[in-house]
């Protein structure tokens, strides 16, 4: 039995992402909007507090979708890295690429709903607590992929720059993130982390099981909206692209 | 007798290529030394408050002192034309790399270790820091030149790559000093200061196997181009 | 399940974490948004740019016609 290659190929090249994800992109925003829109409204309003942090403990069902978005689209961005480094697939590059601000924003994100959601409970904006600090340190690795990438001149050594870079850090995280819990141990012994909750009540647990999706489906949008534009300005040069534009130039004269 | 492949020769030619510019070298050290009297100036003279965060200021010193001269491994080849050359020659050159990396800790991490007592002095450090103080800072100054010497390949055609080199591998510096200083920290507070140690020599082991195959590939990358 | 608040300005004020809670929805909802947006956004901007491109080149072409 042989097995036919072609699949992976055609999936390296742009014009067939961009192509067929016009077609089923609307279904997965609307997916999106669905899912976090109901897990939203569910954590804020339907699902019960907290014994011990009260109405401030709604705040884990934005950021630990965050979190869990922030360190996989870490790996999601070294894994495309590696794919391009190894296939050289330029689209894999483009999504590397567009992956890395959309990582480093919701990294920003999980630090901000962290630090907002410690202040009711722990009583300040910043406490060195293990995965706070984790978390700090991937942004700074996505701060460091993203400058790197902006720094060369030429594309073709920015993008295979960039994914070493994220390879080094993604050998890196494990060894970070034991470092600092064996860290944080060794400091404080005593406490509570609140990102880690698995005996929770399942009342609590299915409206985050929903947002989780929803912020997947979240990223996966707003990472495929990013690489079809990239995609775009990549191939400006090409028929495809040039008809499109004509298309689109054309449907806005004809709507004026 | 086994061939070094290149190991011994690119270390006496770096050797060689630091001692012109001995005063380059002594500038991290004298940051080393200098940064050490900021911190009773800015924080507190007092001997109390001081051991307790002794281990940690001389640590973050020494991050700090090998990332000022992090740069100076690959640029001056690299402006002079000598890295392409090295990279174009069919020899393996892991270990000619190995060799530069070892130069560039000889001529920095080693300094500082062995300048750390006189740190530990002037911060109060308590007695039984410093014996592990020097082993840690021994061992953990060889990751830091490897993990910089990383950097520096990724930056080295750039213009202002400094700051960039800096951003670049301060993340990846921070396991090493976690236990740096538990090094010290754990025989301050009697406790066996073996452990933190060997933690860091696994660390330097995988460094020494797996950055000089990612620095060579990063060089050919960034040099031939 | 039921309604967590007795009423609605209960559920804004949240018992005293409202402020935090409410902050922390916020910024994320516009957060999330900007991410969708600026691709969209900046998608139109590629668009105009490549029409602009092929308008010039064509006028490039008409105008080496008529010199010939």
New interface residues.
């Given amino acids: 039995m042989n097995w036919n290659w072609n699949w992976f190929y055609r999936m390296g090249s742009p014009r067939w992402f961009y192509e067929s994800t016009s077609r089923w992109l609307p279904w997965l925003g609307a997916l999106t909007v669905l899912l976090?829109a109901s897990g939203?409204v569910w954590g804020?309003?339907?699902?019960?507090?907290d014994a011990k942090q009260?109405?401030?403990f709604?705040?884990i069902y934005?950021?630990v979708p965050?979190s869990f978005l922030a360190l996989a689209g870490y790996f999601l961005m070294a894994a495309a890295g590696a794919i391009g480094l190894i296939w050289k697939m330029k689209l894999s590059y483009m999504v590397m690429k567009c992956a890395a601000p959309?990582g480093a924003?919701l990294t920003?994100?999980a630090l901000?709903?962290g630090a907002?959601?410690g202040?009711?409970t722990w009583g300040s904006y910043w406490v060195w607590d293990a995965r706070v600090t984790s978390m700090l340190?991937l942004l700074?690795?996505y701060?460091?992929v993203l400058?790197?990438q902006y720094?060369?001149d030429?594309k073709?050594?920015a993008n295979?720059?960039s994914a070493?870079?994220a390879l080094?850090?993604t050998?890196?995280i494990p060894?970070?993130y034991?470092?600092?819990d064996?860290?944080f141990t060794?400091h404080q012994p005593a406490t509570i982390s609140f990102t880690e909750a698995p005996s929770m009540h399942p009342?609590m647990f299915q409206p985050l099981l929903v947002m989780i999706l929803g912020f997947y489906c979240?990223y996966a949008?707003?990472l495929i909206?990013?690489v079809?534009?990239e995609i775009?300005?990549r191939e400006?040069k090409t028929s495809w692209?040039?008809g499109?534009?004509?298309q689109?130039?054309n449907k806005n004269l004809g709507a004026e | 007798m086994i061939s070094n492949m290149g190991f011994l020769a690119f270390l006496r030619r770096d050797l060689r290529l630091i001692n012109r510019r001995r005063g380059e070298v002594a500038s991290p050290l004298i940051f080393f030394l200098m940064a050490a009297t900021f911190v009773p100036l800015g924080i507190t003279p007092d001997a109390e408050l001081l051991k307790n965060i002794a281990p940690g200021i001389i640590w973050v010193m020494a991050l700090l002192a090998t990332l000022l001269s992090a740069d100076s491994l690959f640029a001056s080849d690299y402006h002079d034309g000598s890295l392409e050359q090295m990279l174009i020659s069919p020899q393996l050159l892991v270990m000619p790399v190995l060799g530069k990396v070892t130069a560039h800790w000889l001529t920095t991490g080693l300094p500082l270790t062995l300048v750390s007592p006189l740190l530990g002095l002037l911060l109060s450090l308590p007695t039984a820091g410093y014996l592990p103080m020097m082993a840690g800072l021994a061992v953990g100054t060889g990751c830091l030149s490897l993990l910089a010497a990383?950097g520096a390949a990724?930056?080295v055609?750039?213009q202002k790559g400094s700051l960039?080199l800096t951003?670049?591998v301060?993340?990846?510096y921070?396991?090493i000093i976690?236990?740096g200083s538990?090094t010290a920290?754990y025989s301050i507070e009697g406790l066996a200061w073996s452990g933190p140690l060997a933690i860091l020599g696994a660390?330097l082991a995988v460094a020494i196997a797996?950055c000089p195959l990612?620095i060579v590939?990063?060089l050919r990358?960034?040099t031939i181009? | 399940?039921?309604?967590?608040?007795d009423n609605v300005s209960g559920?804004l004020h949240?018992?005293?974490?409202?402020i935090?809670?409410w902050?922390?929805?916020l910024?994320?909802l516009a957060?999330?948004a900007w991410?969708?947006i600026n691709?969209?956004l900046?998608?139109r901007h590629?668009?105009e740019?490549?029409?602009q491109?092929?308008a010039r080149e064509q006028l490039r072409q008409n105008a080496s016609r008529e010199i010939v």
């Fill in positions: 976090l939203l804020l309003a339907f699902a019960p507090q009260g109405n401030s709604r705040i934005l950021h965050a959309l924003v920003f994100l901000f709903t907002v959601w202040k009711p340190i700074f690795l701060m460091g400058a790197l720094a060369f030429s073709d050594v295979k720059a070493i870079l080094v850090g050998v890196n060894i970070i034991k470092s600092v064996w860290w060794l009342d979240f949008v707003a909206l990013s079809r534009v775009l300005s400006r692209v040039r499109l534009v004509k689109a130039t | 990383l990724l930056t055609s750039l960039l951003l670049i301060m993340p990846l921070m396991p976690i236990f538990a920290q660390m797996l990612a590939s990063v990358l960034t181009n | 399940m039921n309604f967590q608040f559920m949240m018992a005293g974490h409202g935090y809670v902050t922390a929805v910024v994320t957060l999330i991410l969708i691709p969209l900046q998608r590629v668009i740019e490549i029409a491109d092929v």
